[in-house]
Each structure stands twice: as C-alpha cells, then as structure tokens.
C-alpha cells in the first residue's frame, strides 16, 4: 500500500512539474474559486472598434486598431494554495518562440514580460506576474507595429 501511495504521489508531483504553455494556465486556473479571469476575442474587439473610432486618445484608437484578442486572469482573491500551484506551474513554463522583453525574480516573486514576433510584427504579449500577493497574467494577441509600441512609450513616458 505504501508503495503505491508513493508511486501516486511521484505521477502527480511530475505531472505538476511539466512544462506548461500560457493556455494550460489559462485552462487550469480560469475556473478556480474567486478567480477572475475575462477573455475579449476578435468578435468583442470588432464590436468596440466604431466606438473608439472618434475617440480623442490616440494610445486608445492605436491600441484597438492593432490588438485582436486579449484574456486575462487575476488570481488575487484566491487562497495561497492556488496562488503557490500557479507560482510553481509559471516557472515551469514554456517560452520557446517567445523572446523575453522583461525578467525580475525578486524574493516571494517573478514577473515575466515576453512577446512572439512573426515577420518584425508582435503577434502576442503575455505578461505574467506570480507570486505571494500578486498572481495574474494577461495576453494580447494581434499585429502591433514596433514602431506603434516605441511611440507609445515616448509619449507615456511621463506617467511611466
């Protein structure tokens, strides 16, 4: 009987310790108690656009312009259990044909910044922040222009 309680515990412990794709947190953790997850999808944002059309925010029109779909989730009023299975699942997670824009791994924490490029446009950002307090990540997934992104910065760069 002990030896296989072991074996269990060891195919869970390895099933937990693969490594998993933003859509399998995606998948994993949407539904968790107090989760708060919202997907936008290209019918959403196709939707939105005529109203942002004549809006006086440039940032705002550029963003709905090139963004098609956008899912985030937000997992800080769930309990330290599910915020310590996200934890350890982020680290393990997939980035192959991702390029990292931004890395900090701080005590009790790791925040991620990494996007997919596909013919010098970025198809998809995903910013992923696990840790303690604060458990939660977002991707947008479109045709952003570098250039638009590099305006973007300069002209926020006070409110940075």
């Given at each position: 009987m002990k030896t296989f309680i072991l074996s269990?515990?060891?195919?869970?412990a390895s099933a937990s310790a693969q490594a998993q794709t933003p859509g399998d947190l995606f998948r994993c953790f949407k539904s968790a108690k107090?989760?708060?997850?919202?997907?936008l999808g290209k019918l959403a944002f196709a939707l939105m656009r005529?109203?942002?059309?004549g809006h006086d925010d440039a940032d705002t029109r550029m963003a709905m312009r090139c963004i098609r779909s956008m899912k985030a989730l937000d997992?800080?009023?769930?309990?330290?259990e599910v915020k310590h299975k996200f934890a350890q699942m982020a680290k393990n997670l997939k980035t192959n044909g991702?390029?990292?824009l931004v890395?900090?791994?701080?005590?009790?924490?790791r925040a991620l910044i990494l996007m997919r490029q596909k013919k010098n446009v970025i198809r998809e950002l995903l910013i992923l922040?696990?840790?303690d307090d604060d458990c939660s990540m977002v991707q947008f997934k479109g045709k952003i222009k570098p250039d638009d992104v590099e305006k973007l910065m300069k002209d926020n760069k006070k409110t940075l």
């Open positions: 269990l515990l060891f195919i869970v107090d989760a708060e997850y919202v997907h005529p109203f942002v059309k997992l800080d009023d769930c309990t330290d991702y390029e990292e890395r900090s791994n701080e005590k009790g924490g922040s696990a840790g």
